[in-house]
């Protein structure tokens, strides 16, 4: 099964910056929807961001404006830039691949270990 590793939380002050990364083969990343997700404690997971073969974008209305989905084809990786970061925004985040539709919906088959981001008020 192909794995993909999701790395570059940490802790941040609010109002901060983290970049995390999903790291994959070329194929599955590139050639895939790709989506990245969170889950806090007590909470389901949701979708905060998606991105399309084509590089389309989706984010969830919580983050929209304060998050970025991109794809470094040459580094086999796709980021989630996170600006303006929030005590709410704190969770571990989750990366996957497959059909959009999928994508959206979380509706993955396996789920990596996760990075966690804690942003501290």
């Given at each position: ?19 995390l ?36 974008t989706?984010y ?23 600006n ?21 919906k ?16």
């Amino acid at each position: 099964q192909v794995q993909l590793v999701e790395s570059g939380g940490g802790l941040v002050q609010s109002g901060g910056s983290l970049r995390l990364s999903c790291a994959g083969s070329g194929r599955i990343l590139s050639d895939n929807s790709v989506g990245w997700y969170r889950q806090a404690p007590g909470k389901q997971r949701e979708t905060v961001a998606s991105l399309t073969v084509s590089d389309s974008t989706n984010y969830a209305t919580s983050v929209k404006g304060r998050f970025r989905i991109f794809r470094d084809k040459a580094k086999n990786t796709v980021y989630l830039q996170m600006n303006d970061l929030k005590p709410e925004d704190t969770a571990v985040y989750y990366c996957n691949a497959g059909r959009l539709n999928q994508v959206l919906k979380a509706e993955c088959d396996s789920w990596g270990r996760g990075t966690q981001v804690t942003v501290s008020s």
